[in-house]
């Protein structure tokens, strides 16, 4: 047991038994190796050449262009790009993604941006970019002088009925606080004096009866005070209004007229300083209750019975869809974790559940796809080679399916069924391919021509746009009339229809508007006359207001409804406001 040093065939020493073979002796000696890809490394002298790892970090090139810092030894498919995606999507966003997330502009990855559109409580929408807006989740800033709204903003308010505090020396409101006043604005200057805080005298009020005293002093505040809004502040009699929201003081004709200016579209009015919506004050309170009273219909919209019955009835089917259709044998672990998903939900918006509805149509198309290619492969019309390539795309897809969020847009959905299109394009280009293989078939120059582009139109990493799908299948059929030995059966293997993506009605980038029966209705903003849904009332869809009676001949004008000439009388004057001081205000 004599130990020894041994010289080893490979040059090196090494101590060991003097007995032991020359076959069980291993050298560890640490070494500089050469590889078949020119670099070098330190390994153990006896490790073999195939077993050696190149980890020398390189500049590799992908097929979508893009050049990465990876390792020489690193697998083409298992290189990921991270280039950020350049692209914009359709709610002109630039995409959040990366080259390989997005897979290379087919299927982007969901718009991280806030959509901060004003949804028609007025407040800024803080959900991720969409089309469709969820109900608005900010504290609910609807009050009177008995108490505040503890709900979220998006869930009907419930009106306050305790008596109406409105009242003054000429006029008393009988009504319910929650409820529309019966009584008029009081257009008698305020008789009060208050201790200017400048000047330290008891100054007359600025304001109007019954309402509360302005914190601004006609002789100290003077500047203030007579600064262009309704070019009538100059006036010595002028009276003013202070606005609880944000503060201003604005003269009273002028702005009594500003809050009467209205059309059909469903938004609290908002003051001409500064555009803070007008939600609390006495004066208007009308007006303000009117509008509020639109919008409560529109949160009922969201939140009636009746759909909430209808999404729950949606969901209840799907469920069993998940559980029982063929689905989940060719899909099983999408369908289960789905099924989880919607399990662990007690309650679905419209959009959750017009998502789940989606995911289940697009997961039944996948399941067709798959039970294709596997019938196709097992009787022998793929190859090996193509279902495996095949198999990982689809995987792609069914982890896409599986995320976990609350809504998913037009966007991706456009793109998801594009990509499913290409899928039964590719699997009919690989039954094609194998059955000219297979049956010796010869192919002219133009049929072979024919079949490398749609080959190529497949697989080179571009969106496959609709434009691309006629010319794949114009390719196809010229290479099928060249090869009448080829079965119907698998002519029509792929299913090329589109799927049917179900929209939720929500509210979208358009507005809420009323028609003058009092029914909500949404429009998208788009220049075009319709109807309202419920009483089809006609409306002119690009100034978003009710469509009038033309004038009979001879009837001067001016002298229709009094909606129509209030909305004369305030456009006249908002010109006249542009003319003098350049504000902008929108129609």
Not at 27 to 37: G, S
Not at 321 to 338: G, N, V
Not at 490 to 499: A, S, T, W
């Amino acid at each position: 047991m004599e130990v020894i040093t041994r010289q080893l065939t490979c040059s090196h020493n090494i101590k060991a038994v003097c007995s032991t073979k020359e076959d069980d002796l291993v050298c560890m000696e640490v070494i500089t190796r050469q590889l078949t890809c020119e670099h070098s490394i330190q390994a153990v002298c006896s490790v073999k050449e195939n077993d050696l790892v190149c980890m020398e970090v390189i500049k590799r090139q992908l097929t979508c262009g893009h050049d990465i810092q990876a390792a020489c030894s690193a697998e083409e498919n298992d290189l990921v790009c991270n280039a950020p995606c350049t692209q914009l999507l359709k709610c002109k966003h630039p995409c959040a993604g990366t080259c390989s997330s997005c897979k290379q502009g087919r299927l982007h990855q969901q718009c991280t941006h806030h959509c901060n559109r004003v949804l028609v409580c007025s407040h800024q929408c803080t959900a991720p970019c969409t089309r469709n807006c969820p109900p608005c989740t900010k504290p609910c800033e609807n009050r009177c002088i008995h108490s505040r709204c503890p709900l979220k903003c998006g869930k009907p308010c419930v009106p306050c009925r305790k008596p109406c505090q409105w009242r003054c020396r000429h006029h008393k409101c009988d009504k319910p606080c929650g409820e529309p006043c019966d009584r008029p604005r009081c257009d008698h200057p305020c008789r009060k004096t208050r201790r200017c805080d400048k000047c330290k005298k008891d100054q007359p009020c600025i304001g109007m009866c019954g309402e509360p005293c302005p914190d601004k002093c006609r002789v100290c505040n003077r500047e203030e005070l007579t600064t262009y809004v309704f070019v009538t502040e100059d006036k010595d009699d002028a009276q003013f209004v202070q606005l609880e929201d944000c503060g201003h003081v604005i003269e009273v004709s002028g702005l009594d007229q500003w809050m009467d200016t209205t059309d059909r579209k469903i938004q609290l009015q908002t003051c001409p300083k500064c555009k803070t919506p007008i939600r609390h004050n006495l004066r208007y309170g009308n007006t303000i209750k009117n509008t509020l009273a639109m919008i409560e219909k529109v949160k009922k919209r969201w939140k009636g019975d009746v759909l909430k019955a209808q999404t729950e009835a949606t969901a209840n089917k799907l469920m069993r869809k998940l559980r029982d259709a063929d689905e989940e044998r060719y899909c099983a672990e999408t369908s289960e974790d789905l099924l989880r998903q919607m399990e662990h939900h007690r309650l679905y918006s419209l959009d959750e559940a017009a998502m789940y509805e989606n995911k289940v149509l697009f997961l039944e198309r996948l399941a067709e796809l798959k039970r294709k290619r596997r019938k196709y492969f097992l009787s022998g019309h793929i190859a090996l080679q193509d279902f495996e390539e095949m198999k990982k795309e689809v995987e792609e897809m069914e982890k896409w399916l599986r995320r976990r969020t609350a809504r998913v847009g037009e966007q991706e959905w456009e793109e998801f069924g594009r990509e499913l299109i290409r899928l039964n394009f590719l699997l009919k280009l690989c039954v094609l391919q194998e059955e000219i293989r297979k049956k010796g078939i010869s192919l002219d120059d133009q049929a072979k021509q024919s079949l490398g582009r749609v080959e190529r139109r497949l697989t080179d990493l571009k969106p496959f746009t609709a434009i691309r799908e006629v010319l794949v299948k114009q390719a196809m059929k010229k290479v099928e009339a060249l090869m009448p030995k080829l079965s119907l059966a698998l002519l029509n293997v792929c299913n090329e229809e589109p799927v049917q993506v179900v929209k939720a009605s929500g509210l979208t980038q358009g507005h809420w508007c009323a028609c003058r029966n009092g029914h909500v209705y949404a429009i998208g903003g788009a220049t075009m006359e319709s109807a309202c849904p419920e009483c089809r009332a006609r409306i002119v869809r690009a100034r978003h207001r009710l469509r009038q009676q033309e004038p009979s001949v001879g009837q001067p004008p001016g002298t229709g409804d009094g909606r129509s000439e209030a909305r004369r009388v305030g456009r006249t004057h908002k010109a006249n406001l542009k003319e003098v001081n350049g504000l902008k205000f929108d129609d």
